[in-house]
């Protein structure tokens, strides 16, 4: 199941085509690292590959597999991921959301009172 643990990156289904090329540039370095045009880099492009692999994975592993959009979020921080609900609005996503006190659940399809 495809999730966000760190951050929501804005245009992240909006503009899900660049971040389909994100995903396939780490793919790209994990093919690297598997036949070996990485041992061929010198030491700093290799450190800066890593870097910017690392930095991917973060922000990208848990959509890695993500072919198409998806047919629903779960939100679970409503007012902290404020952009991700913008961003379902924009596309009709339905969205599921743990909605306290302090958030408003008017832009909630299914809000659930916690």
């Known amino acids: 199941m495809p999730y966000v643990t760190e951050r929501w990156l804005g245009g992240m289904l909006t503009n899900f085509a660049t971040v389909r ?19 061929v880099l010198s030491k700093k492009e290799k450190l800066m590959i890593q870097r910017e692999r690392v930095k991917l994975e973060t922000l990208l592993g848990g959509i890695a597999d ?14 902290k991921e404020h952009i991700a609900v913008s961003e379902a609005l924009k596309l009709n996503i339905p969205t599921f959301a743990m909605v306290d006190t302090n958030s408003d659940p008017t832009n909630i399809d299914f809000p659930n009172p916690c």
């Open 66 to 79: 993500l072919n198409r959009l998806p047919a629903a979020l779960f939100i679970v921080d409503v007012k």
């Open 21 to 39: 090329k994100s995903i396939k540039k780490m793919s790209n370095i994990d093919k690297m690292q598997k036949d070996g045009t990485f041992d």
